[in-house]
């Protein structure tokens, strides 16, 4: 996890140093798994609105070519579940068919599948790990051949990384 880690490089806040927040990702090639919804898709929103060319995944085709159809532009929807390695070929096979590198990854991607200790199947631990651990890491893995100097990776968490300290 270390060398994933060292290359994770938190992002500028919008309101700081008075950039040009229209245009900061001008010519930026922007890579959001689990685009087609939620936190995923608004990002995408953003970052085209922000200039960026913005590829976006998801398993959901339905929900893909939606949002893909929202985002209008600058767009492009590759179907695939972050858990299987082929699919994460085939997004970044289809990134280089039209760039030479990527300057954000953004592996949000993921899903919660609750239960308390006691009650925690098989079945469910699986597709978390899956999921969650396996499909982050090689999504950012196999992106770092196309990462270059100033290259971000976005990772998205989750509040159950706080330990609750009892205060409301
Ligand atoms: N909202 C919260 O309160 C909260 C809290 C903690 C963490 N998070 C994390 O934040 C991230 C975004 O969640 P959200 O709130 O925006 O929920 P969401 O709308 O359900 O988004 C989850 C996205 O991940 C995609 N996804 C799930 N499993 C996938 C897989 N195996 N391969 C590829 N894509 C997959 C989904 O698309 P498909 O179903 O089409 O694959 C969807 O686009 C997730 O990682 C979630 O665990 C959210």
Redesign the pocket.
Known sequence: MCSLLSHLIIGKTYSEGGENILTKLEGKVAII????????LATAKRFVAEGASVYI????KP??DAAVQQIGKNVTGVQ????NLADLDRLYATVQQQHDHIDVVFA?????DLAPLGEISEASFDKTFD?NVK?LLFTVQKALPFLREGSSIIL?A??TTRQWDGAD
């Not at 695939?80 to 858990?83: A, H, I, K, L, N």
């Not at 949000?108 to 919660?112: E, H, I, T, V």
């Open positions: 798994t689990g685009g087609n919804s939620g936190i995923g995944t998801g398993r959901r929900e893909l695939g579940d972050v858990s949000n991607a993921g899903l919660g999921v499909g998205t989750s509040t």
